[in-house]
Protein backbone atom coordinates (compact mmCIF):
# COMPACT_ATOMS: atom_id res chain seq x y z
CA UNK A 1 0.00 0.00 0.00
CA UNK A 2 1.20 3.53 -0.85
CA UNK A 3 0.45 6.96 0.49
CA UNK A 4 1.57 10.45 -0.42
CA UNK A 5 3.29 12.17 2.18
CA UNK A 6 0.64 15.71 3.07
CA UNK A 7 2.72 18.73 2.78
CA UNK A 8 2.37 20.58 6.01
CA UNK A 9 3.06 24.43 4.95
CA UNK A 10 3.99 26.33 7.90
CA UNK A 11 4.03 30.06 7.78
CA UNK A 12 6.17 32.69 9.85
CA UNK A 13 4.59 35.41 11.97
CA UNK A 14 5.52 38.30 8.86
CA UNK A 15 3.40 35.91 6.11
CA UNK A 16 0.57 35.68 8.58
CA UNK A 17 0.16 39.21 9.24
CA UNK A 18 0.65 39.89 5.09
CA UNK A 19 -2.11 37.66 4.47
CA UNK A 20 -4.60 39.26 6.99
CA UNK A 21 -3.55 42.21 6.02
CA UNK A 22 -4.62 41.23 2.09
CA UNK A 23 -7.80 39.77 3.63
CA UNK A 24 -9.08 43.17 5.47
CA UNK A 25 -8.15 45.34 2.40
CA UNK A 26 -10.95 43.01 0.40
CA UNK A 27 -14.05 44.45 2.71
CA UNK A 28 -16.13 45.62 0.07
CA UNK A 29 -19.58 48.14 0.87
CA UNK A 30 -21.99 49.31 -1.40
CA UNK A 31 -23.03 45.96 -2.99
CA UNK A 32 -26.73 45.32 -1.78
CA UNK A 33 -29.50 47.88 -2.96
CA UNK A 34 -29.60 50.97 -1.26
CA UNK B 1 -4.32 29.53 -19.56
CA UNK B 2 -6.62 31.49 -21.59
CA UNK B 3 -6.61 32.48 -25.28
CA UNK B 4 -7.62 36.04 -26.30
CA UNK B 5 -7.86 36.45 -30.01
CA UNK B 6 -3.74 35.76 -31.33
CA UNK B 7 -2.48 35.80 -27.34
CA UNK B 8 -2.07 33.54 -24.32
CA UNK B 9 -3.20 35.24 -21.12
CA UNK B 10 -1.25 33.57 -18.01
CA UNK B 11 -3.01 34.38 -15.03
CA UNK B 12 -0.46 33.57 -12.31
CA UNK B 13 1.93 35.58 -13.94
CA UNK B 14 -0.53 38.36 -15.49
CA UNK B 15 0.51 38.63 -18.38
CA UNK B 16 0.02 37.75 -22.50
CA UNK B 17 1.90 36.35 -25.18
CA UNK B 18 1.78 34.98 -28.45
CA UNK B 19 -0.10 31.73 -29.39
CA UNK B 20 2.85 30.75 -31.60
CA UNK B 21 5.80 31.28 -29.61
CA UNK B 22 8.43 28.81 -29.83
CA UNK B 23 8.87 26.13 -26.76
CA UNK B 24 11.84 27.32 -25.45
CA UNK B 25 11.00 30.82 -24.78
CA UNK B 26 7.87 30.07 -23.14
CA UNK B 27 10.43 28.18 -21.19
CA UNK B 28 12.17 30.92 -20.51
CA UNK B 29 8.99 32.94 -19.53
CA UNK B 30 8.51 30.05 -16.71
CA UNK B 31 11.92 30.55 -15.52
CA UNK B 32 12.37 34.30 -15.75
CA UNK B 33 9.23 35.33 -14.76
CA UNK B 34 7.66 34.81 -11.55
CA UNK B 35 4.33 33.86 -10.88
CA UNK B 36 2.84 36.52 -8.82
CA UNK B 37 -0.42 34.75 -7.64
CA UNK B 38 0.35 33.82 -3.89
CA UNK B 39 -2.03 30.59 -4.20
CA UNK B 40 -0.42 28.43 -1.76
CA UNK B 41 -0.06 31.15 0.94
CA UNK B 42 -3.77 32.62 0.36
CA UNK B 43 -5.00 29.22 0.67
CA UNK B 44 -2.88 28.44 4.15
CA UNK B 45 -4.91 31.60 5.52
CA UNK B 46 -8.26 30.23 4.18
CA UNK B 47 -7.19 27.33 6.13
CA UNK B 48 -6.73 28.71 9.21
CA UNK B 49 -9.85 29.38 9.20
CA UNK B 50 -12.35 26.76 10.95
CA UNK B 51 -16.55 27.55 9.88
CA UNK B 52 -17.77 25.56 13.23
CA UNK B 53 -15.11 27.69 15.57
CA UNK B 54 -14.33 31.02 14.94
CA UNK B 55 -13.26 33.53 16.99
CA UNK B 56 -12.59 37.14 16.92
CA UNK B 57 -8.52 38.08 16.98
CA UNK B 58 -7.82 40.76 19.41
CA UNK B 59 -6.06 42.62 16.76
CA UNK B 60 -6.49 46.58 15.78
CA UNK B 61 -9.19 46.91 13.39
CA UNK B 62 -9.04 49.53 10.61
CA UNK B 63 -12.75 50.41 10.12
CA UNK B 64 -15.73 50.74 12.52
CA UNK B 65 -19.10 50.56 11.05
CA UNK B 66 -21.88 51.86 12.43
CA UNK B 67 -25.28 51.20 11.66
CA UNK B 68 -28.13 53.31 13.80
CA UNK B 69 -31.41 52.07 12.60
CA UNK B 70 -33.46 50.43 10.02
CA UNK B 71 -35.58 53.13 10.21
CA UNK B 72 -35.92 55.66 7.23
CA UNK B 73 -38.33 58.34 5.47
CA UNK B 74 -37.85 57.04 2.10
CA UNK B 75 -39.63 54.15 0.39
CA UNK B 76 -37.42 52.76 -2.06
CA UNK B 77 -39.01 49.92 -4.06
CA UNK B 78 -35.54 47.73 -3.88
CA UNK B 79 -34.29 48.70 -0.57
CA UNK B 80 -32.60 45.67 0.41
CA UNK B 81 -33.19 46.12 4.46
CA UNK B 82 -36.92 46.81 3.41
CA UNK B 83 -36.43 49.87 6.01
CA UNK B 84 -39.77 51.75 7.17
CA UNK B 85 -40.67 53.35 9.98
CA UNK B 86 -41.12 51.85 14.12
CA UNK B 87 -38.00 49.91 14.24
CA UNK B 88 -36.61 50.21 17.57
CA UNK B 89 -33.25 51.32 18.04
CA UNK B 90 -31.23 50.35 20.77
CA UNK B 91 -27.76 51.44 20.17
CA UNK B 92 -26.74 54.21 22.67
CA UNK B 93 -24.13 56.72 22.79
CA UNK B 94 -22.85 55.25 25.35
CA UNK B 95 -22.98 51.45 23.39
CA UNK B 96 -20.97 53.52 20.39
CA UNK B 97 -18.38 55.06 22.56
CA UNK B 98 -17.75 51.93 24.77
CA UNK B 99 -16.86 50.09 21.40
CA UNK B 100 -14.93 53.30 20.23
CA UNK B 101 -12.74 53.30 22.98
CA UNK B 102 -11.61 49.81 23.10
CA UNK B 103 -10.98 50.34 19.37
CA UNK B 104 -8.98 53.33 20.11
CA UNK B 105 -7.17 51.56 23.05
CA UNK B 106 -6.23 48.59 21.40
CA UNK B 107 -4.72 50.84 18.40
CA UNK B 108 -2.55 52.68 20.81
CA UNK B 109 -1.07 49.69 22.73
CA UNK B 110 -0.61 48.00 19.40
CA UNK B 111 1.47 51.12 18.70
CA UNK B 112 3.74 51.12 21.79
CA UNK B 113 4.65 47.49 20.49
CA UNK B 114 4.97 47.65 17.15
CA UNK B 115 7.32 48.23 14.62
CA UNK B 116 4.98 48.93 11.93
CA UNK B 117 2.55 51.55 13.43
CA UNK B 118 -0.92 52.30 12.31
CA UNK B 119 -0.40 55.78 10.98
CA UNK B 120 -3.65 55.60 8.69
CA UNK B 121 -6.79 57.36 10.53
CA UNK B 122 -9.42 54.97 12.35
CA UNK B 123 -12.69 55.11 9.65
CA UNK B 124 -16.22 55.25 10.70
CA UNK B 125 -18.44 54.22 8.36
CA UNK B 126 -22.14 55.19 9.07
CA UNK B 127 -24.39 53.47 6.94
CA UNK B 128 -27.68 51.64 6.38
CA UNK B 129 -29.92 49.38 7.43
CA UNK B 130 -32.16 52.40 7.64
CA UNK B 131 -30.98 55.68 7.08
CA UNK B 132 -28.03 56.97 9.52
CA UNK B 133 -29.44 60.32 9.96
CA UNK B 134 -32.87 59.52 10.69
CA UNK B 135 -32.88 60.32 14.08
CA UNK B 136 -30.97 63.48 13.71
CA UNK B 137 -29.86 64.22 17.27
CA UNK B 138 -28.76 60.90 18.37
CA UNK B 139 -26.53 60.75 14.79
CA UNK B 140 -24.93 64.21 15.41
CA UNK B 141 -24.78 63.06 19.46
CA UNK B 142 -22.95 60.04 18.60
CA UNK B 143 -20.76 61.74 15.82
CA UNK B 144 -19.17 64.00 17.94
CA UNK B 145 -18.15 61.98 20.73
CA UNK B 146 -16.57 59.61 18.41
CA UNK B 147 -14.25 62.76 17.10
CA UNK B 148 -14.29 63.70 20.93
CA UNK B 149 -12.80 60.36 21.84
CA UNK B 150 -10.39 60.31 19.06
CA UNK B 151 -9.01 63.76 19.58
CA UNK B 152 -8.76 62.22 23.77
CA UNK B 153 -6.51 59.94 22.69
CA UNK B 154 -4.54 61.72 19.53
CA UNK B 155 -5.79 58.95 16.90
CA UNK B 156 -6.22 60.46 13.49
CA UNK B 157 -9.95 59.70 11.80
CA UNK B 158 -12.18 59.90 8.75
CA UNK B 159 -15.83 60.28 8.92
CA UNK B 160 -18.05 58.09 6.01
CA UNK B 161 -21.57 58.30 5.52
CA UNK B 162 -24.02 56.59 2.95
CA UNK B 163 -27.18 58.82 3.15
CA UNK B 164 -30.67 58.77 0.98
CA UNK B 165 -29.86 62.97 0.91
CA UNK B 166 -33.50 63.99 2.93
CA UNK B 167 -31.59 66.85 4.71
CA UNK B 168 -32.25 70.49 5.45
CA UNK B 169 -29.64 73.25 5.84
CA UNK B 170 -28.55 72.70 9.22
CA UNK B 171 -27.94 69.21 8.68
CA UNK B 172 -25.85 69.56 5.54
CA UNK B 173 -24.02 71.48 7.41
CA UNK B 174 -22.82 69.50 10.69
CA UNK B 175 -22.18 66.58 7.40
CA UNK B 176 -19.84 69.44 5.40
CA UNK B 177 -18.05 70.18 8.99
CA UNK B 178 -17.53 66.54 10.24
CA UNK B 179 -17.17 64.56 7.56
CA UNK B 180 -14.93 63.30 4.89
CA UNK B 181 -16.74 61.17 2.68
CA UNK B 182 -20.45 60.81 1.60
CA UNK B 183 -22.29 58.52 -0.31
CA UNK B 184 -25.44 60.57 -2.01
CA UNK B 185 -28.52 57.33 -3.10
CA UNK B 186 -29.83 59.79 -6.10
CA UNK B 187 -31.17 57.20 -9.19
CA UNK B 188 -29.89 59.59 -11.73
CA UNK B 189 -33.20 61.42 -13.21
CA UNK B 190 -35.87 63.11 -10.95
CA UNK B 191 -38.39 61.44 -12.44
CA UNK B 192 -36.97 57.42 -11.94
CA UNK B 193 -36.22 59.17 -8.31
CA UNK B 194 -39.26 59.56 -7.53
CA UNK B 195 -40.68 56.46 -8.84
CA UNK B 196 -37.52 54.32 -7.07
CA UNK B 197 -37.62 56.13 -4.06
CA UNK B 198 -40.86 57.58 -3.03
CA UNK B 199 -41.47 59.49 0.47
CA UNK B 200 -43.10 57.55 3.42
CA UNK B 201 -45.38 60.34 3.41
CA UNK B 202 -46.84 59.46 -0.58
CA UNK B 203 -47.81 63.23 -1.10
CA UNK B 204 -44.02 64.25 -1.16
CA UNK B 205 -41.84 63.59 -3.58
CA UNK B 206 -37.47 63.52 -2.51
CA UNK B 207 -35.64 64.17 -5.64
CA UNK B 208 -35.55 68.39 -5.22
CA UNK B 209 -34.56 68.10 -1.98
CA UNK B 210 -31.75 65.16 -2.69
CA UNK B 211 -30.70 67.65 -5.59
CA UNK B 212 -30.40 70.13 -3.51
CA UNK B 213 -28.24 68.17 -0.78
CA UNK B 214 -26.01 67.07 -3.96
CA UNK B 215 -25.38 70.30 -5.09
CA UNK B 216 -24.19 71.67 -1.37
CA UNK B 217 -21.95 68.80 -0.97
CA UNK B 218 -20.56 69.05 -3.99
CA UNK B 219 -19.47 72.45 -2.98
CA UNK B 220 -17.72 71.70 -0.11
CA UNK B 221 -14.36 69.93 0.55
CA UNK B 222 -16.27 66.55 0.60
CA UNK B 223 -15.87 63.36 -1.33
CA UNK B 224 -19.04 62.86 -2.79
CA UNK B 225 -20.16 59.86 -4.74
CA UNK B 226 -23.89 59.70 -6.37
CA UNK B 227 -25.08 55.99 -5.97
CA UNK B 228 -27.78 55.10 -8.50
CA UNK B 229 -29.72 51.72 -7.92
CA UNK B 230 -31.17 50.55 -11.48
CA UNK B 231 -34.02 48.11 -12.28
CA UNK B 232 -33.17 45.97 -15.11
CA UNK B 233 -35.97 48.32 -17.52
CA UNK B 234 -34.17 51.14 -17.10
CA UNK B 235 -30.44 50.22 -18.14
CA UNK B 236 -31.71 51.71 -21.30
CA UNK B 237 -32.17 54.77 -19.28
CA UNK B 238 -28.78 55.40 -18.07
CA UNK B 239 -27.69 57.79 -20.65
CA UNK B 240 -30.18 59.82 -20.10
CA UNK B 241 -29.02 59.83 -16.43
CA UNK B 242 -25.31 60.27 -17.35
CA UNK B 243 -26.75 63.74 -19.35
CA UNK B 244 -28.83 64.40 -16.43
CA UNK B 245 -25.87 64.29 -13.47
CA UNK B 246 -23.46 65.72 -15.84
CA UNK B 247 -25.25 68.73 -16.44
CA UNK B 248 -26.87 69.44 -13.17
CA UNK B 249 -23.79 68.41 -11.36
CA UNK B 250 -20.51 69.98 -10.84
CA UNK B 251 -17.23 67.53 -10.15
CA UNK B 252 -18.33 65.11 -8.09
CA UNK B 253 -16.09 62.08 -7.34
CA UNK B 254 -17.76 59.47 -8.89
CA UNK B 255 -20.73 58.12 -10.24
CA UNK B 256 -21.32 54.24 -8.98
CA UNK B 257 -24.05 52.25 -10.49
CA UNK B 258 -25.64 48.95 -8.70
CA UNK B 259 -27.93 47.20 -10.38
CA UNK B 260 -30.53 45.79 -8.76
CA UNK B 261 -29.80 42.60 -6.70
CA UNK B 262 -32.64 39.99 -5.61
CA UNK B 263 -33.18 40.99 -2.14
CA UNK B 264 -35.03 43.14 0.50
CA UNK B 265 -37.92 44.79 -1.10
CA UNK B 266 -36.53 43.92 -4.91
CA UNK B 267 -38.24 40.74 -4.56
CA UNK B 268 -41.73 41.64 -4.22
CA UNK B 269 -40.96 42.33 -7.89
CA UNK B 270 -42.60 39.11 -10.06
CA UNK B 271 -39.57 39.70 -13.06
CA UNK B 272 -36.57 39.31 -10.56
CA UNK B 273 -38.55 36.05 -8.89
CA UNK B 274 -38.54 34.53 -12.60
CA UNK B 275 -34.76 34.85 -13.06
CA UNK B 276 -31.88 36.62 -14.81
CA UNK B 277 -31.13 37.04 -19.03
CA UNK B 278 -27.88 38.04 -19.57
CA UNK B 279 -29.57 38.43 -23.05
CA UNK B 280 -32.15 40.29 -22.56
CA UNK B 281 -31.16 42.54 -19.85
CA UNK B 282 -26.97 42.44 -19.68
CA UNK B 283 -26.15 44.93 -17.24
CA UNK B 284 -22.66 44.59 -19.19
CA UNK B 285 -23.52 45.33 -22.40
CA UNK B 286 -25.51 49.01 -21.11
CA UNK B 287 -22.49 49.67 -18.76
CA UNK B 288 -20.18 49.78 -21.81
CA UNK B 289 -21.97 51.41 -23.83
CA UNK B 290 -22.60 53.96 -21.19
CA UNK B 291 -19.04 54.62 -20.82
CA UNK B 292 -18.41 54.87 -24.34
CA UNK B 293 -20.78 57.67 -24.55
CA UNK B 294 -19.67 59.53 -21.29
CA UNK B 295 -16.57 59.49 -23.53
CA UNK B 296 -17.34 60.90 -26.45
CA UNK B 297 -19.75 63.87 -25.01
CA UNK B 298 -16.51 64.27 -22.82
CA UNK B 299 -18.10 64.31 -19.74
CA UNK B 300 -16.33 64.79 -16.42
CA UNK B 301 -17.96 61.76 -14.56
CA UNK B 302 -15.79 58.62 -13.10
CA UNK B 303 -18.44 56.14 -13.66
CA UNK B 304 -18.04 53.00 -11.17
CA UNK B 305 -20.00 49.91 -10.67
CA UNK B 306 -19.63 47.63 -7.53
CA UNK B 307 -20.76 44.17 -9.98
CA UNK B 308 -16.75 44.53 -11.56
CA UNK B 309 -14.03 44.78 -9.32
CA UNK B 310 -11.38 46.23 -11.17
CA UNK B 311 -8.62 45.08 -9.20
CA UNK B 312 -6.14 42.06 -8.70
CA UNK B 313 -7.55 40.72 -5.59
CA UNK B 314 -6.30 38.05 -3.15
CA UNK B 315 -9.49 37.11 -1.53
CA UNK B 316 -13.29 37.55 -2.11
CA UNK B 317 -13.92 38.52 0.95
CA UNK B 318 -12.53 40.24 4.24
CA UNK B 319 -15.46 39.72 6.26
CA UNK B 320 -14.55 35.67 7.54
CA UNK B 321 -11.47 36.73 8.85
CA UNK B 322 -13.59 39.21 11.32
CA UNK B 323 -11.18 42.13 10.51
CA UNK B 324 -14.16 44.96 10.80
CA UNK B 325 -17.39 45.21 12.47
CA UNK B 326 -20.11 46.83 12.20
CA UNK B 327 -22.68 47.42 15.21
CA UNK B 328 -26.46 46.95 14.53
CA UNK B 329 -29.41 48.95 15.70
CA UNK B 330 -29.96 46.07 18.35
CA UNK B 331 -26.49 45.36 19.76
CA UNK B 332 -25.38 43.16 18.00
CA UNK B 333 -22.17 43.20 16.56
CA UNK B 334 -21.77 41.65 12.79
CA UNK B 335 -19.13 41.26 10.51
CA UNK B 336 -20.84 42.55 7.19
CA UNK B 337 -23.20 45.08 6.49
CA UNK B 338 -24.23 43.79 3.41
CA UNK B 339 -25.66 40.26 4.46
CA UNK B 340 -28.68 41.81 5.71
CA UNK B 341 -30.98 38.60 6.64
CA UNK B 342 -27.81 36.21 6.51
CA UNK B 343 -25.76 38.07 8.73
CA UNK B 344 -22.84 36.70 11.24
CA UNK B 345 -23.03 37.78 14.81
CA UNK B 346 -19.28 38.20 16.15
CA UNK B 347 -20.17 39.37 19.17
CA UNK B 348 -22.77 41.80 21.12
CA UNK B 349 -22.71 45.24 23.29
CA UNK B 350 -24.13 44.30 26.47
CA UNK B 351 -25.01 46.91 29.29
CA UNK B 352 -22.61 49.17 27.22
CA UNK B 353 -19.99 46.41 27.47
CA UNK B 354 -18.17 45.19 24.32
CA UNK B 355 -18.45 41.48 24.20
CA UNK B 356 -16.61 39.77 20.83
CA UNK B 357 -17.41 36.18 20.92
CA UNK B 358 -14.60 33.92 21.45
CA UNK B 359 -16.92 30.73 19.41
CA UNK B 360 -18.97 31.35 16.73
CA UNK B 361 -19.92 29.92 13.51
CA UNK B 362 -19.72 31.40 10.18
CA UNK B 363 -21.09 29.42 6.79
CA UNK B 364 -19.60 31.86 4.49
CA UNK B 365 -16.07 30.30 5.03
CA UNK B 366 -16.89 26.80 3.45
CA UNK B 367 -18.60 29.20 0.35
CA UNK B 368 -15.34 31.57 0.33
CA UNK B 369 -12.92 28.17 -0.01
CA UNK B 370 -15.49 26.36 -2.00
CA UNK B 371 -14.91 29.39 -4.76
CA UNK B 372 -11.34 30.05 -4.15
CA UNK B 373 -10.28 26.12 -5.27
CA UNK B 374 -13.48 25.60 -8.00
CA UNK B 375 -12.95 28.79 -9.92
CA UNK B 376 -9.27 28.86 -10.40
CA UNK B 377 -9.59 28.08 -13.69
CA UNK B 378 -11.48 30.89 -14.74
CA UNK B 379 -10.18 33.88 -16.90
CA UNK B 380 -11.43 36.31 -14.27
CA UNK B 381 -10.16 34.58 -11.19
CA UNK B 382 -7.07 36.97 -10.22
CA UNK B 383 -9.71 39.70 -9.91
CA UNK B 384 -12.85 38.12 -8.25
CA UNK B 385 -11.33 34.56 -6.60
CA UNK B 386 -14.66 33.13 -6.39
CA UNK B 387 -16.75 36.23 -5.55
CA UNK B 388 -19.59 37.23 -2.66
CA UNK B 389 -20.35 34.34 -1.11
CA UNK B 390 -23.50 36.39 -0.12
CA UNK B 391 -24.31 35.93 -3.85
CA UNK B 392 -24.35 32.06 -3.29
CA UNK B 393 -26.50 32.20 -0.12
CA UNK B 394 -29.18 34.32 -1.87
CA UNK B 395 -29.07 32.42 -4.78
CA UNK B 396 -29.61 29.63 -2.88
CA UNK B 397 -32.84 31.26 -0.52
CA UNK B 398 -34.51 32.85 -3.69
CA UNK B 399 -33.39 30.91 -6.48
CA UNK B 400 -32.87 33.87 -9.34
CA UNK B 401 -30.11 33.02 -10.64
CA UNK B 402 -28.22 36.18 -10.28
CA UNK B 403 -24.64 34.42 -9.51
CA UNK B 404 -24.12 33.23 -12.65
CA UNK B 405 -25.61 36.56 -14.14
CA UNK B 406 -23.46 38.10 -12.45
CA UNK B 407 -20.37 35.44 -13.13
CA UNK B 408 -21.00 35.41 -16.98
CA UNK B 409 -20.87 39.46 -16.73
CA UNK B 410 -17.48 39.57 -14.80
CA UNK B 411 -15.83 37.35 -17.73
CA UNK B 412 -17.29 39.04 -20.52
CA UNK B 413 -15.91 42.74 -18.47
CA UNK B 414 -12.26 40.63 -18.45
CA UNK B 415 -12.37 39.57 -21.35
CA UNK B 416 -13.60 43.06 -23.17
CA UNK B 417 -10.64 44.59 -21.12
CA UNK B 418 -8.03 42.30 -22.42
CA UNK B 419 -9.39 42.38 -26.14
CA UNK B 420 -8.51 46.60 -25.90
CA UNK B 421 -5.21 46.58 -24.34
CA UNK B 422 -4.02 43.82 -26.40
CA UNK B 423 -5.08 45.99 -28.98
CA UNK B 424 -2.90 48.93 -27.65
CA UNK B 425 -5.41 50.59 -25.96
CA UNK B 426 -6.34 51.85 -22.17
CA UNK B 427 -9.57 50.57 -20.83
CA UNK B 428 -10.69 51.15 -17.13
CA UNK B 429 -7.01 52.06 -16.17
CA UNK B 430 -5.47 48.86 -17.23
CA UNK B 431 -3.09 48.29 -20.45
CA UNK B 432 0.01 46.37 -21.74
CA UNK B 433 3.56 47.30 -20.93
CA UNK B 434 6.16 45.55 -22.58
CA UNK B 435 8.38 43.08 -20.39
CA UNK B 436 12.09 44.09 -20.53
CA UNK B 437 14.01 40.89 -19.55
CA UNK B 438 17.02 41.08 -22.15
CA UNK B 439 16.36 37.71 -23.34
CA UNK B 440 12.42 38.33 -24.09
CA UNK B 441 12.80 41.57 -25.51
CA UNK B 442 12.81 40.24 -29.01
CA UNK B 443 8.93 38.55 -28.38
CA UNK B 444 6.18 39.97 -28.23
CA UNK B 445 5.46 39.76 -24.33
CA UNK B 446 3.45 42.18 -22.55
CA UNK B 447 2.25 42.37 -18.89
CA UNK B 448 -0.98 43.80 -17.47
CA UNK B 449 -0.82 47.16 -15.66
CA UNK B 450 -3.02 49.69 -13.95
CA UNK B 451 -2.18 53.05 -13.63
CA UNK B 452 -2.95 54.67 -10.39
CA UNK B 453 -6.61 56.23 -10.37
CA UNK B 454 -7.52 58.93 -10.66
CA UNK B 455 -11.11 60.28 -10.44
CA UNK B 456 -11.29 63.12 -11.61
CA UNK B 457 -9.17 62.74 -14.82
CA UNK B 458 -11.75 60.47 -16.77
Redesign the interface.
Given at each position: MSYEKPVITVYDEATIVEIEAQAASCCRTGTINA | MHIIDDYIFDPGRLIFYRKDLPNFVKHEIQNTISISDKY???I??LD?LDAKNCSVQD?PI??I?ICLTYNCSLR?N????SSSSGNIDDLSMEDVTSFVVQAIKKRVMYNIAAINKKVEPLRF?F??GGEPTHNWNRFKEIVTAIKDKCQEYHIPYYFEL?TNGMLNDNKRNFIKSNFDKV?I?YDGISEIQNKNRPCANERKTSSSIVEKTIKAFIDSSLEVTI?S?VWYYDFKRMKEMCDNLASNFNHFSEW?I?P??P????LDEDNIREGYDIKKYSFFDYYIGLVDYAKMKKYNLYIST?VF?NTV?????????A??FWLMPDRSIIN???S?RFRVEVGKIENSKVNLFSQYEDPYIEIVKSGFIKCRDCLAYRFCKGG?P?KSIRDQCFGTGYKQYECSMVQQYWTYIFQKILNGEECFGWRTEKITNERLVPYQILKLVKKEENKNED
Open positions: - | EKLAGKKDLGCYCSYFTGTMSRTSMIISGRAPNSEYCCGAIFDCCIEECL
